[in-house]
């Protein structure tokens, strides 16, 4: 059964740092990972997506990388904004039409 | 740019009552999910529902929930006779293909349920 976890619960950095969050899962016969963003109190937001066959996405000052032997994947977040203060939610997809999700890791950043 | 919206954003039943959480997906979408993250825990999937029918359900899903897409629209969540345990954010999701794919899924802002 696919168990994601994610390092760690919770963060706190001031403004500026570059900062990476951790995300493991115990399957590593998956389709694709997805990393979520989800502010208190609204839904969810994509940020970005990885297929199975790709080692990395880049979107703005967001960077998730997967290895998939290992089953791990991080989320780079450079020179971070208070903004940015949010849960950031790992998900992986290993076939039909579920995805799981882990715990989150919330993260403040300090101005 | 177009969004998954939920009605209502918090409701608030008995235990044993029946509740129906309302969703429109994204007009051209054609998958359509349903997961809730009771407090402090994870996002669960719960089902997933194609061409009218339900594709995929997990073990939580059981014989007190049903969706339906009654109309072009909308999308819905029955739960037949709620439970105290039944509390927690219900978020609704679409896509244009299922997942697994280079999709991604867009969550509407959630649904909060609580029974008393």
């Known amino acids: 059964k696919q168990e994601v976890t994610q390092i760690p619960a919770a963060l706190s950095v001031p403004e500026g740092e570059n900062l990476v969050l951790n995300c493991s899962f115990t399957?590593?016969?998956?389709?694709?990972l997805q990393w979520f963003r989800q502010d208190p109190g609204k839904g969810l937001t994509s940020l970005l997506l990885i297929q199975s066959s790709q080692r990395e996405q880049t979107s703005g000052r967001l960077n998730a990388s997967l290895d998939k032997s290992s089953g791990r994947s991080t989320l780079y977040i450079a020179a971070s904004q208070p903004g940015d203060s949010a849960t950031y939610l790992c998900?992986?997809?290993?076939?039909?039409?579920?995805?799981?999700f882990g715990a989150g890791t919330r993260l403040f950043v300090k101005a | 740019e177009p969004e998954v919206t939920q009605t209502p954003s918090h409701q608030v039943t008995q235990m044993g009552q029946e509740v129906i959480l309302r969703c429109v997906p994204i007009?051209?979408?054609?998958?359509f999910y349903w997961y809730r993250q009771i407090l402090g825990q994870k996002v669960e999937f719960l089902v997933s529902f194609y061409n009218n029918e339900i594709s995929e359900k997990s073990e939580i899903f059981d014989d007190q929930f049903s969706v339906e897409r009654p109309d072009g629209s909308n999308f819905t969540l029955k739960i037949r006779s709620t439970k105290l345990e039944d509390s927690a954010m219900y978020f609704c999701a679409s896509s244009v293909n299922g997942v697994g794919g280079t999709d991604t899924q867009y969550f509407g802002p959630g649904t909060r349920l609580t029974v008393l």
């Open positions: 007009s051209n979408h054609l998958y």
């Open positions: 399957d590593s016969a998956i389709y694709n």
């Open positions: 998900a992986v997809h290993t076939g039909g039409f579920k995805t799981i």
